[in-house]
């Protein structure tokens, strides 16, 4: 239903994206995916390409006067680099300066040389860079302006870095969080972990080495039944765990509590059904019961998700950073390949973290996930009939219809 393809290397002149599947009427300015893209770039700990990276927004097509149009919508973001490298990177016939013949452990360089036959590892790493998410969370950034026309709001927050973590059991945060969020250094809404992060992030910084961490993502007002328990890849938290998975550096996806639970007994393990009591039910749609039938759950062990459907109260996922392959001043030990002899791998970019920045890129990838389920739930070739239908839906289960999110806010 929604399906997006991205193009371009980190280093050339721009990436691209298509997006196919976005109903006509959505109201679209390059100035949603400009500020998407510059929360992507927040984070203590990144390099200093951050500083001076700009991502120039431009809006190719399937926007007319600030409405989609029902087409494909096309999204070019240039890389103000591109002075710089247009002689290293140019598609035109020649040569490159200098040839990457030591593999990086830990990134793709050796098992993309291999697989296509490459001599030089830029002609892996270009693609395989992160930058690539950039484009991801300009589509991305469509999908929330959607999903916030149903009532959907999707936000994340960094609950571990490094060694150090949040509190657990604090509450899950919102919409009106994000900002709050964001100001933080690391994306932390804990100020106490926040602290120790950053502490984190300049040990490891004094001694040239990085850090991994996990995002927390969670989304609000997900109506029940996205998702289906009918085939194995309609199940909605196996393809939230694809698309989270996805994302570059990631090793480990969680659902709710998923990683807690096999230590429990099934009497601790399961959120407990009742139903919503008056004074819980809200006329904005919002309420615990509202978009559930009038059922409510009062824990989220399972995020949100029961049998690939959603249960109709807040999805909640986790992805697992792993600390970044490229260091300072520890070495990777490596080989070149052309000479097979023990080397160190060469130095591309040297962040210490990336975690902040992946919360960003995990919202996207939720969003998109979502977006496509609800337009597969609700249908519609335009945004007047999708609200028409997914409105029709709530209130057949007794629910109130959700008002959107604030437009620019998604």
């Known amino acids: 239903m929604l399906r997006f393809l991205t193009a371009g290397e980190s280093h050339g002149r721009a990436l691209v994206v298509v997006l196919e599947g976005l109903p006509a009427g959505l109201a679209v300015a390059a100035e949603d995916v400009a500020g998407e893209l510059a929360r992507r770039r927040l984070g203590y700990g990144r390099g200093p390409r951050m500083r001076f990276e700009a991502d120039e927004v431009t809006l190719l097509g399937g926007v007319r006067h600030g409405r989609t149009l029902g087409s494909p919508v096309a999204i070019e973001i240039a890389n103000t680099e591109w002075p710089k490298w247009e002689q290293e990177m140019s598609p035109a016939p020649g040569q490159p300066s200098k040839v990457l013949t030591q593999p990086r452990p830990g990134h793709a360089d050796l098992a993309g040389m291999l697989k296509y036959g490459l001599a030089d590892a830029r002609d892996v790493l270009e693609r395989a860079s992160a930058r690539e998410t950039a484009a991801r969370v300009a589509a991305g950034s469509l999908a929330k302006l959607l999903l916030a026309e149903l009532g959907v709001t999707v936000v994340s927050h960094v609950v571990q870095l490094g060694p150090e973590a949040v509190r657990p059991g604090g509450p899950l945060p919102t919409l009106v969080d994000r900002e709050r969020i964001d100001a933080s250094p690391v994306r932390c809404g804990d100020r106490d972990a926040e602290a120790r992060m950053v502490a984190a992030i300049k040990a490891a ?156 890129v995990a919202e996207t990838m939720v969003a998109l996930v979502l977006a496509d389920e609800a337009l597969r739930k609700f249908g519609g070739d335009s945004l007047a009939e999708l609200r028409r239908n997914r409105d029709g839906y709530v209130a057949a289960l007794g629910g109130t219809p959700a008002a959107s999110a604030e437009r620019g806010t998604p």
């Open 205 to 360: 910084a004094k001694v040239g080495d990085s850090l991994g961490g996990v995002a927390e993502v969670v989304a609000h007002g997900v109506p029940v039944g996205l998702g289906s328990h009918v085939h194995w890849d309609r199940r909605l938290d196996a393809n939230l765990a694809r698309a989270l998975m996805s994302i570059q550096a990631i090793k480990a996806v969680e659902i709710g509590d998923g990683a807690d639970l096999p230590a429990l007994r099934g009497s601790e393990a399961h959120d407990a059904i009742r139903v919503a009591r008056p004074e819980e039910r809200s006329e904005d749609g919002h309420g615990p019961g509202d978009l559930g039938g009038g059922y409510v759950r009062d824990t989220h062990r399972a995020g949100g998700i029961e049998g690939g459907m959603s249960m109709g109260g807040p999805i909640v996922a986790r992805a697992s950073m792993k600390p970044l392959a490229t260091l300072n001043r520890p070495t990777l030990e490596t080989v070149d390949v052309v000479t097979k002899e023990s080397t160190v791998s060469f130095k591309e970019r040297t962040d210490v973290t990336a975690v902040p920045a992946m919360g960003v």
